[in-house]
């Protein structure tokens, strides 16, 4: 099966695996490319969809994919991993005509590899014109960005590798509605991060200041010193 073809299709999978994850008393926003295209990033179409929880109520991922599927079997299916010593499942939303959209759902915190900073849902943010859709908030979203950049230019697997370009567009694309529509600045916006994620944060956004010296002016206007 193909991936989505246009932002519409990632959308509605977002919408319907939000509400199937709140109809078992689940809350969360989504992250990733398809967060990003919700602020209004179109550069590129989303090729999944990205959620983290908004808390660990002690439930694995893999019970709240099957929970998932349990409430609408007709679009979301569950796959087995390619690799044979992989034991979790890949969660996909069915979208017709031989095309899917995978699912990711992570829990915050250490949780899973990412790390993703804890998000409070007083934060949650529902962009318009996509008001029913949850996105995290734009700055760790933009930083969360930044991290995913760092770790394929280091990474070993060349899958990951290859995604690296595709990062620096999320990232330029993001920076520039971070900055000129949004004017967030990191004193205000990003009190609540924990300091260990800002201080790494600090370090990657040097990273690619280095490697991207036009960027620099927009990382100081956030509050980054560079």
Same mark, same amino acid.
């Given at each position: 099966?193909?991936?989505?073809?246009?932002?519409?299709?990632?959308?509605?999978?977002?919408?319907?695996?939000?509400?199937?994850?709140?109809?078992?008393?689940?809350?969360?926003?989504?992250?990733?490319?398809?967060?990003?295209?919700?602020?209004?990033?179109?550069?590129?179409?989303?090729?999944?969809?990205?959620?983290?929880?908004?808390?660990?109520?002690?439930?694995?991922?893999?019970?709240?994919?099957?929970?998932?599927?349990?409430?609408?079997?007709?679009?979301?299916?569950?796959?087995?991993?390619?690799?044979?010593?992989?034991?979790?499942?890949?969660?996909?939303?069915?979208?017709?005509?031989?095309?899917?959209?995978? =699912?990711?759902?992570?829990? /915050?915190?250490?949780?899973? #590899? &990412? $790390?993703?900073?804890?998000? +409070?849902? !007083?934060?949650?943010?529902?962009?318009?014109?996509?008001?029913?859709?949850? =996105?995290?908030?734009?700055? /760790?979203?933009?930083?969360? #960005? &930044? $991290?995913?950049?760092?770790? +394929?230019? !280091?990474?070993?697997?060349?899958?990951?590798?290859?995604?690296?370009?595709?990062?620096?567009?999320?990232?330029?694309?993001?920076?520039?509605?971070?900055?000129?529509?949004?004017?967030?600045?990191?004193?205000?916006?990003?009190?609540?991060?924990?300091?260990?994620?800002?201080?790494?944060?600090?370090?990657?956004?040097?990273?690619?200041?280095?490697?991207?010296?036009?960027?620099?002016?927009?990382?100081?206007?956030?509050?980054?010193?560079?």
């Amino acid at each position: 099966m193909k991936g989505p073809s246009n932002a519409k299709q990632v959308r509605k999978a977002a919408r319907e695996a939000v509400q199937a994850l709140a109809d078992n008393n689940i809350k969360c926003c989504l992250f990733g490319s398809a967060a990003c295209h919700i602020y209004g990033m179109q550069n590129r179409v989303p090729g999944d969809v990205d959620i983290v929880l908004l808390t660990n109520d002690g439930r694995d991922i893999e019970y709240i994919k099957q929970l998932v599927v349990s409430r609408n079997p007709t679009r979301f299916f569950l796959e087995e991993s390619i690799y044979p010593n992989k034991t979790y499942k890949k969660l996909y939303y069915r979208l017709g005509n031989g095309r899917r959209c995978k =699912v990711d759902v992570l829990h /915050p915190g250490r949780a899973s #590899k &990412l $790390k993703i900073p804890t998000i +409070h849902k !007083r934060l949650v943010e529902y962009p318009e014109p996509y008001g029913d859709i949850p =996105v995290m908030p734009i700055l /760790p979203l933009l930083l969360m #960005k &930044l $991290k995913g950049w760092v770790d +394929h230019r !280091r990474s070993s697997k060349p899958y990951e590798q290859k995604k690296v370009g595709q990062d620096v567009g999320d990232i330029d694309g993001l920076l520039e509605i971070v900055v000129d529509e949004y004017g967030v600045e990191m004193d205000s916006e990003g009190s609540w991060l924990p300091r260990k994620f800002v201080r790494a944060s600090k370090k990657r956004v040097g990273e690619y200041v280095n490697k991207f010296p036009r960027s620099a002016q927009r990382w100081r206007k956030i509050g980054f010193d560079v």
